[in-house]
């Protein structure tokens, strides 16, 4: 596969965030019936950029200006086998911002993940999921941005849940139910959502990738601090 590098200006700081969620309905309720499907996974297969020895891998597409203007790049993956598998799992979910939809040949529309974000942190606040990603005085804070449609009940209230530090992995555990789509005579749903932020540094050189691009294996790190937010739902 043929490479060139560049460098910005200014370093960028890569926040690595790995994504878990469960849809599932009463006859889970049980949590030996879902474990299995909630366990994180030792390592993946990755088609995110990935760092290697100090330098971001990135597609060649990746727009260059954006790359520049930039402070933060997030990168998600997806606890899953299979690009299949992850699509699947952002469905399910709300809100659905990492998934977007492009135009085949034929006309049809193919949903393509969104597995690389260049973001502006500084002196602003980053919306990411159910989060925002803030620059304080101690770091970039995590803070809990409480949606009905995306977490469910009960209501949680927002606060800050963690700092991040380099090379400390944050666990961040959520579930709720939701009841809007009961006066259809649909099932209530449940929802376990499963995160973990990874600070990894930062680079201001850049690997380019000619198409395809192949990923990488990762190792789905093991927290260091947990945020359990689960709450009894039966």
């Not at 949590?31 to 990135?58: N, T």
């Not at 449609?149 to 579930?175: C, H, M, Q, T, Y």
């Not at 009841?179 to 499963?194: F, I, L, N, P, V």
């Not at 990894?200 to 260091?224: H, M, V, W, Y």
Request: aromatic letters at 8%.
């Amino acid at each position: 596969m043929n490479q060139s590098t560049i460098q910005t200006r200014r370093p960028k700081r890569i926040i690595q965030v790995y994504h878990n969620h469960l849809r599932y309905t009463k006859d889970r309720k049980s949590f030996a019936d879902r474990k299995d499907a909630l366990a994180w996974k030792a390592q993946i297969h990755s088609y995110a950029p990935y760092l290697k020895e100090g330098r971001l891998v990135i597609p060649q597409t990746v727009n260059h200006p954006d790359l520049e203007k930039c402070d933060t790049i997030l990168l998600h993956d997806f606890n899953v086998d299979s690009e299949a598998e992850a699509i699947q799992m952002m469905k399910e979910k709300y809100p659905r911002d990492l998934l977007t939809y492009e135009r085949r040949a034929d006309g049809q529309q193919r949903p393509v993940l969104r597995q690389f974000q260049c973001m502006h942190l500084t002196g602003s606040q980053i919306k990411t999921d159910i989060f925002w990603l803030r620059e304080g005085d101690d770091g970039i804070e995590i803070h809990l941005q409480y949606d009905l449609f995306s977490i469910g009940e009960p209501r949680r209230d927002n606060f800050k849940l963690a700092n991040l530090e380099e090379d400390v992995p944050i666990e961040v555990k959520i579930n709720g139910k939701l009841d809007h789509a009961m006066a259809s005579g649909r099932e209530r749903t449940y929802h376990e959502q499963d995160y973990i932020f990874h600070l990894l540094g930062q680079t201001n050189e850049f690997e380019l990738a000619r198409d395809p691009f192949g990923g990488s294996q990762k190792n789905i790190p093991k927290p260091a601090k947990v945020v359990d937010l689960l709450k009894r739902l039966f």
